[in-house]
């Protein structure tokens, strides 16, 4: 079975596409109807590259910094690549990091994460250090 277009095959726009009816393969029922991608399949909105994306963000139990060697790119870029997939389900990524005093380097912040993930710093401390607290 193929996989449901994320956007129009002719003019190309993304996620204007309505499903109009859906198949039982086993007994044949039909129902027809407008239904938004998302009514189809949640994650039916997001690009190829976002579901594999996914897939190694799960795969690595969300841990940012075991997605660097599987995906072979940095830390800002899979940050980003995060935020386009929560935006792309349409929810709106939360500004905590940037909230607080002064922002933290690159090298701070991997540093602060891989203190989190080897249990040297707390959560709470974590996102204190994060936010520049």
Do not use: W
Request: charged share 25%; proline share 5%; with cysteine.
């Amino acid at each position: 079975m193929n996989k449901m277009p994320s956007e129009c095959p002719i003019c190309k726009a993304a996620h204007t596409l309505t499903v109009t009816k859906f198949t039982c393969d086993t007994c044949g029922t039909t129902i027809a109807g407008e239904f938004t991608q998302a009514d189809a399949h949640p994650f039916a909105v997001l690009s190829t590259e976002q579901l594999e994306f996914v897939k190694v963000f799960i795969k690595c139990e969300g841990k940012i910094n075991r997605m660097e060697p599987e995906l072979g790119v940095s830390y800002p870029t899979i940050r980003n690549r995060l935020q386009e997939v929560i935006k792309t389900l349409g929810f709106e990524p939360t500004k905590e990091e940037s909230s607080g005093g002064k922002p933290v380097s690159e090298i701070t912040r991997r540093q602060i994460l891989d203190d989190l993930d080897s249990g040297k710093l707390t959560a709470d401390a974590a996102m204190r250090l994060l936010r520049g607290d």
